[in-house]
């Protein structure tokens, strides 16, 4: 086998790794969810009504190299583009509640996780962590796509 296409297998392997999102301080009563799936066929997953405090959301995705050595992430929780790849978090009817004067979506990008960054997190005792403000300009959920990203950064896995 050729060093070439030795290279070119190793490009071709995908990783399993962790995420967590933080969503720090929303606003109480309103249900957020993780949303698993795409366009009209999706499901929330992870429902949380808001307290006091953040709530926390971790899940699994799987990442596969391109050929320029970016991760494209992959999985039933990545929405968009695969250079354009994001997470939605569901909020208030999105998420599945009733009475509640809040229909929003939260899309958190994960832009800025390069490769070494994939396979760091996909050790057992790590995961991408990324924490989001979760109270708006308006008081209500924050929504649309966060600004500014703060990003994600390698943490270590509960209870490791």
Known sequence: MTLKRYAEMLRLVERELTLRIV???????????????????????????S???DLTFTFTARAKQTTGGEPVFLGP?????????????????????????????????????????????SGPASVLETHVHGTGRDGGPTCGTIKPFNGWTLARRAGK
Do not use: C
Not at 23 to 49: C, H, I, M, W
């Open 77 to 121: 929780f990545t929405q968009g583009p695969s250079h354009g790849r994001f997470i939605y978090l569901d909020i208030g009817t999105y998420a599945g509640q009733k009475e509640t004067p809040w229909s929003r979506r939260l899309k958190i990008p994960l832009r800025g996780i390069d490769w070494k960054m994939v396979e760091e997190a």
């Open 51 to 53: 307290k006091a405090g």
């Open 23 to 49: 969503l720090e301080a929303p606003p109480p009563g309103v249900d957020f969810s993780l949303q698993e799936g795409r366009g009209n066929d999706y499901k929330t997953v992870q429902t949380q009504r």
